[in-house]
C-alpha cells in the first residue's frame, strides 16, 4: 500500500505531520496477517468471525463517541456532520455486518452474547474517555485515524487484482468506496480546521490521541488475527 491517501493537506498542516508520526505503525499495519489474508480471501473463517463480532461490539461505543463529537462541534454543519457519521456507524456498517453474519453463521444470540476482547475493551474506553473529557479538537484527533486508517487500507487492498470468488469482498467494497474516501477527507480536513484554533498544549494532545488511536487500530486488527480473549 503506498502513502497517496494522506491527502492534499500542506506539509505544514497537523494531519500532514500527524500521518507521517505513525508512518512506522501504518507499515506494521499493512504487514498484519489478517489484512494480507482477507485481500486474498484465505482469512480462515474463525477469525473472520471474531473480528466481526468484536467490530460489532467497537461500532457501537464509537457510534457514540461520534455523537459526544458531534455535540463539542463548533458549528452546526459540524454537528450535523458527526450526527451523520454516527448513524452511519450503526445504520450502513451494522447492515454490512449483518450479511456477513448470516454467511458465517453467526446468530443474534452470539451477538447480544459477546464480550469484549481485552484489545477492543480498551480501544473503546480510550475513545469514549477521550470524547467525555478532551475538547473537540483532541476528540476528533482520536476519532481520525479509524476513518483515515481504514480509507488507507481499504485503497490499497482495492488496487490488488480482484480474487474472484473472495468471501470478503463486501468489505473490501465498502472501505475501498469513493464515498467512504470523501468521508474519511473532509474529517481530516475538518481536524486540520480545529488544529489551527488550538492551543499549543491541545495541539500536543491531539498528537498523543493521533498516535495512541493508531497503536490501538494495530492491536485490534492484531487481537482478531490471534483470536484474543481474556487471560483469567
Not at 454467511?103 to 444470540?109: E, N, T
Request: proline share 5%; aromatic share 12%; glycine share 6%.
Amino acid at each position: 500500500m503506498d502513502g497517496t491517501t494522506q491527502g492534499t493537506e500542506t506539509a505544514a498542516s497537523f494531519t500532514t505531520s500527524a500521518w507521517d508520526r505513525i508512518k512506522p505503525i501504518m507499515a506494521e499495519i499493512e504487514r498484519l496477517p489478517l489484512l494480507e489474508r482477507l485481500s486474498d480471501g484465505t482469512l480462515p473463517a474463525e477469525v473472520f468471525r471474531h473480528y466481526i463480532l468484536q467490530d460489532a461490539i467497537y461500532l457501537k461505543h464509537y457510534a457514540r463517541c461520534l455523537a459526544i463529537v458531534a455535540a463539542k462541534a463548533p458549528d452546526n454543519a459540524q454537528v450535523l456532520r458527526f450526527l451523520g457519521s454516527a448513524q452511519k456507524a450503526i445504520t450502513v456498517e451494522q447492515g454490512l455486518h449483518a450479511g456477513f453474519l448470516t454467511q458465517f453463521g453467526i446468530s443474534s444470540a452470539d451477538v447480544t452474547a459477546a464480550e469484549p476482547s481485552p484489545s477492543c475493551f480498551a480501544y473503546t474506553n480510550f475513545l469514549l474517555a477521550t470524547a467525555y473529557h478532551s475538547s473537540y479538537a483532541v476528540a476528533l484527533s482520536a476519532i481520525l485515524p479509524c476513518f483515515w486508517i481504514y480509507w488507507h487500507v481499504g485503497e490499497g487492498i482495492k488496487s490488488r487484482p480482484a480474487i474472484e470468488g473472495n468471501v470478503f469482498q463486501a468489505w473490501i467494497n465498502t472501505y475501498g468506496d469513493p464515498q467512504f474516501a470523501a468521508g474519511a477527507r473532509e474529517v481530516i480536513a475538518l481536524t486540520d480546521i480545529a488544529a489551527r484554533a488550538a492551543s499549543p498544549v491541545e495541539h500536543q494532545q491531539m498528537m498523543e490521541v493521533f498516535v495512541r488511536a493508531s497503536q490501538y487500530e494495530w492491536m485490534f486488527w492484531d487481537s482478531a488475527w490471534r483470536l484474543e480473549t481474556w487471560p483469567v
